[in-house]
């Protein structure tokens, strides 16, 4: 039987403030426990909760960028469990008026024709604000358990999708499209092992061309695209075989165990909490007015697929090279920076060195663009030496080597290392005779109709020349002289 | 909905009160007026009345994002039952 995967995810994104959710203590990552939980984190009795600003404005940031709904009024309700890092007995998060609703965020997904990518449409189901709880610590307590608050109470914005994507490799589009939009629009900083985006994925399976889905089991707490994608793969591969062996999924929680690759049950839908959500009456609604949003929507940047489209349009690029230059904020501005230099009849040149030479320097010395020994004023020149003909892409290799690892300007390092290109024909002339006279058994080849040893006289020529020479013009003086 | 006395006596037993008969009967004319006043208020017609979340209609005050919160954990950890490495300590849960 030919069966389809379902998967939707539910991605909790730690939102960029400085201070929590509902109270004024620092949200900074890495403090001594308990450092950062004040009396309102600690949940004393009598403390009132009193809502961020720079929360509600992240998070009708994030609904204008993904063309969702905003609801003008929108209400924080009680979701009641008991655990001991909440210390409240319940997590003040939104319930039936979440802050954003709909929307959608485009994926690019490998089509039917190899090579292709086509654009597939994600539709979001909701977006809320709500506090993120404490941290347990199980271990090294002589049998109690441990509890650090300064995570408690941290804001989040919980973005749920529909289930609209159909492979793990689609979850995982979806997951990193989204990574660079929150990231982008600067509502997450996107550090996925100090847990700021964690991912839970709802998956099932149904035979292929049936309407209703399958039983789902949702994979909790994934921080890494890697193990996102391994955890889909092993769960629909388990319940392919549950169901062709004939037993039913059961709908439960699952967690994925990164050392065997595989998902393990948490527990099932019979002992699922029952969250008695009612509005916390601690908090009013909130109000979202129009001026506001309009203030938020006047100060957004120019967003990912605003940019990609503007790159293929304007600049010539392909799909690939407009989406890789807009998978990171950063990079784009590099991108545009530097090009605002080089010229714009040199975007794909700057396209293929960002995304090349400096793309590959920079996964080298585990660096992030923001610490790139190398900016754009100097890409640029360096670019700029490529298009006039001074530097072969060879030279332009060297002198790039030694900005990355010396630093320095492209001209002065062409200068002081004598990389510039020949292009002294008379010059190159006389080390093509010396080349021939050199090498008669390749002459003899090449004029008995050997490709290859023309090749040969080109390689012997470059070698002479210490690469300097343009190798264009070498072909052409070589052609010329074999012909003569 | 109204409740009778063995009712009253069921639910004090669950609850583990004693309540004497005299008690017992004033509960549960208590108790049956709140299900009257539930009666009333669910005979109005609400179709097409917006829920509301709040009895007061006003709206959500905002503060500013800052750090206003200064590091007071020795005070908090002061008066907790037990506390380790500045950490909390409860009786060990694993789910």
């Not at chain 1, 470059?462 to 264009?472: F, S, W, Y």
Request: one cysteine or more; hydrophobic letters at 40%; charged letters at 25%.
């Amino acid at each position: 039987m030919q069966w389809e995967t379902v998967i939707g995810l539910e991605v909790h994104t730690q939102l960029t403030t400085r201070s929590k959710i509902f109270s004024g203590a620092s949200t900074a990552f890495g403090a001594e426990p308990n450092s950062q939980a004040c009396q309102v984190d600690i949940a004393l009795p009598g403390v009132l909760p009193v809502l961020n600003k720079g929360a509600v404005e992240r998070a009708i940031k994030f609904g204008l960028a993904i063309g969702a709904k905003l609801n003008r009024v929108n209400v924080f309700a009680r979701k009641n469990y008991f655990y001991p890092d909440l210390p409240k007995g319940y997590q003040i998060s939104q319930f039936e008026l979440p802050i954003v609703e709909g929307g959608s965020i485009d994926i690019q997904v490998p089509s039917e024709q190899a090579g292709q990518a086509e654009t597939k449409t994600v539709r979001l189901t909701r977006a809320h604000l709500e506090e993120d709880a404490g941290k347990s610590l199980h271990e090294d307590f002589h049998g109690m358990t441990g509890i650090d608050l300064n995570r408690a109470g941290t804001p989040l914005l919980e973005i749920v999708s529909e289930p609209d994507m159909r492979s793990a490799k689609e979850a995982v589009a979806y997951a990193r499209a989204l990574h660079t939009l929150v990231t982008w629009i600067g509502t997450c900083d996107g550090n996925m092992q100090e847990g700021s985006f964690r991912v839970d994925a709802n998956v099932s399976v149904r035979p292929k061309g049936q309407q209703e889905f399958g039983t789902r089991r949702e994979i909790k707490n994934l921080n890494s695209f890697r193990f996102l994608e391994q955890a889909i793969d092993y769960e629909v591969r388990w319940q392919i075989e549950q169901i062709e062996d004939g037993h039913k999924i059961v709908q439960a929680t699952v967690l994925f165990d990164p050392d065997t690759g595989e998902t393990r049950m948490m527990r099932t839908k019979e002992d699922a909490h029952d969250y008695r959500y009612f509005p916390d009456p601690d908090l009013l609604p909130v109000k979202l007015e129009e001026d506001w949003i309009e203030q938020v929507r006047a100060a957004m940047p120019e967003l990912p697929a605003a940019m990609r489209a503007r790159f293929q349009r304007d600049y010539g690029l392909s799909a690939y090279d407009a989406a890789g230059l807009t998978s990171q904020r950063e990079l784009a501005v590099f991108f545009t920076d530097t090009l605002a230099l080089a010229g714009e009849a040199n975007a794909k040149l700057v396209a293929n060195w960002l995304q090349g030479e400096l793309s590959a320097s920079l996964n080298r010395d585990e660096k992030g663009i923001g610490a790139a020994p190398i900016g754009p004023a100097q890409l640029a020149g360096l670019v700029r030496r490529i298009a006039d003909g001074t530097l072969s892409n060879k030279l332009a290799k060297q002198v790039f080597e030694v900005m990355w690892t010396e630093g320095g300007e492209p001209d002065a390092i062409i200068e002081a290392k004598g990389l510039k290109q020949m292009s002294d024909s008379g010059a190159i002339e006389k080390i093509i005779d010396e080349v021939l006279a050199g090498n008669p058994k390749s002459v003899e080849e090449f004029r008995a109709g050997k490709e290859k040893a023309f090749n040969a006289l080109v390689g012997q020529v470059m070698k002479a020349t210490k690469g300097k020479a343009n190798p264009a013009q070498v072909n052409e003086l070589l052609k010329t002289k074999l012909a003569g | 909905m109204s409740l009778t006395l063995s009712d009253i006596q069921r639910i004090a037993h669950l609850a583990r009160i004693r309540v004497t008969e005299a008690e017992a009967e004033q509960t549960r004319d208590q108790l049956n007026g709140i299900f009257e006043l539930i009666a009333q208020m669910q005979a109005v017609d609400t179709a097409g009345v917006a829920p509301m979340a709040h009895a007061r209609d006003v709206f959500q005050r905002l503060r500013a994002d800052e750090v206003t919160e200064p590091d007071r954990r020795a005070a908090y950890q002061a008066v907790a039952p037990q506390t380790e490495a500045g950490l909390y300590l409860v009786p060990k849960v694993i789910e």
